[in-house]
């Protein structure tokens, strides 16, 4: 009974330092999350603006920038791709 509690408290100060170690741990996850979702953020205001700027009509703005609010990732890299206007100098 004595060998029990002997590894009972050694079972108990192992989880507590599991415990400590596991409160120091850093996690770069979100710190990356952050950054790319504050660039995106960023794109996609200078999107906005660029379309707000052009030459479309009202309701072409409104749509490219609804599309750009409710679909950030994909609205952005279609409107770079197809939104934009081209000029070709050949």
């Not at 108990?12 to 504050?38: N, Q, R, S």
């Not at 750009?68 to 000029?87: K, T």
Request: some cysteine.
């Amino acid at each position: 009974m004595a060998s029990l509690m002997n590894y009972s408290s050694i079972l108990i100060l192992l989880l507590a330092c599991v415990k400590f170690a596991a409160a120091e741990t850093y996690y770069v996850g979100p710190t990356i999350g952050g950054v790319v979702g504050l660039i995106i953020l960023i794109l996609d205001i200078i999107a906005a603006v660029e379309i707000l700027r052009s030459g479309k009509s009202m309701v072409e703005k409104l749509l490219w920038i609804l599309f750009i609010v409710f679909c950030p990732i994909i609205g952005l890299i279609v409107y770079l791709l197809c939104g934009r206007a081209r000029s070709v100098d050949l």
